[in-house]
């Protein structure tokens, strides 16, 4: 007999999930999960549902047409909270799949790409000025890297605990992929081409970081320490997204731009910090001692 769906087991972490996950999305999508796990409704459904409520959003903001933003910004949050609930259902039923993973992850890039391109051109609109564009393309460069980084932590504190194991820290082609089914194949070289090099860029970032901490103890503290898991934490999708609607609500895209750029990379930039100069050498300074 099948173990009941549980909130609990829908999540992966709280130790190493965002804040707005934990307190606001995720409690959210979980009555969410609660009703579909009845049905046949599988987690890529849910992906699809997302991607086709952020391509929602991105036409909303495309009409250039203040009085609407508000209405986007609700559409970014229905696509945050299926993107939740599809991982949270594949957690609850035990329902995970390497194509549903990729798929997810597309569909991001999907839906930031057409929301960003919307949102620059309605800025363009509304002031005829290319700045708007270029504010827009800086913006959706940040979110990109700074939830691969965020995603890059996540991943590899979960790893080191021994759960959601699907996901690997880079997704380079194995003879066994190759293998595998052609739809799952051909998914992952696309995915390897949003995010491959995204992947190789953060792992470079922690090398750096890290330095010489290589051994199985330091690479459990370094990986497990919950403030350097609580800043990345608020670069994840979820944390960029709730940006992103309250701003629409405001109607303010110029200074959600300027948020995104300015703030949200200067969170970026003290994570780095704190793990280079700060968690290095706290964990340098206890393998002397």
């Not at 990729?102 to 949102?119: E, W």
């Not at 309250?246 to 731009?257: A, H, M, P, V």
Request: net charge positive.
């Amino acid at each position: 007999m099948p173990e009941p769906v549980t909130y609990e087991r829908s999540l992966k972490s709280r130790q190493s999930d965002e804040l707005i996950n934990t307190y606001l999305l995720r409690p959210i999508a979980g009555l969410l999960v609660t009703i579909v796990s009845r049905t046949p409704i599988t987690p890529n459904h849910l992906t699809l549902l997302s991607i086709i409520a952020g391509l929602g959003a991105a036409s909303l903001y495309a009409r250039g047409d203040p009085t609407v933003l508000p209405l986007a910004g609700l559409a970014v949050t229905t696509k945050d909270l299926l993107d939740s609930a599809d991982g949270q259902l594949a957690r609850a039923k035990s329902l995970f799949s390497r194509s549903g993973r990729f798929l997810d992850s597309i569909g991001d890039f999907v839906v930031n790409l057409a929301v960003f391109s919307a949102i620059g051109w309605h800025l363009y609109r509304e002031s005829q000025d290319l700045a708007g564009m270029v504010l827009a393309i800086a913006g959706l460069a940040g979110i990109t890297l700074r939830v691969s980084y965020h995603v890059f932590y996540q991943v590899s504190f979960l790893h080191g605990e021994g759960i959601y194991g699907g996901n690997r820290l880079t997704e380079e082609m194995t003879e066994a992929d190759r293998r595998g089914p052609r739809l799952t194949l051909a998914l992952q070289k696309v995915f390897l081409g949003i995010y491959g090099w995204q992947d190789r860029l953060m792992l470079r970032i922690d090398r750096w970081c890290r330095g010489s901490i290589r051994d199985p103890d330091g690479l459990a503290r370094w990986y497990g320490d919950g403030a350097g898991l609580r800043i990345s934490g608020l670069l994840g999708i979820g944390t960029e997204l709730f940006l992103l609607t309250l701003f629409s609500i405001l109607k303010e895209l110029d200074l959600y731009l300027w948020a995104n750029i300015v703030g949200m990379n200067g969170i970026l930039i003290v994570s780095i910090t704190y793990r280079r100069r700060v968690l290095r050498r706290r964990l340098a300074f206890t393998r002397t001692r």
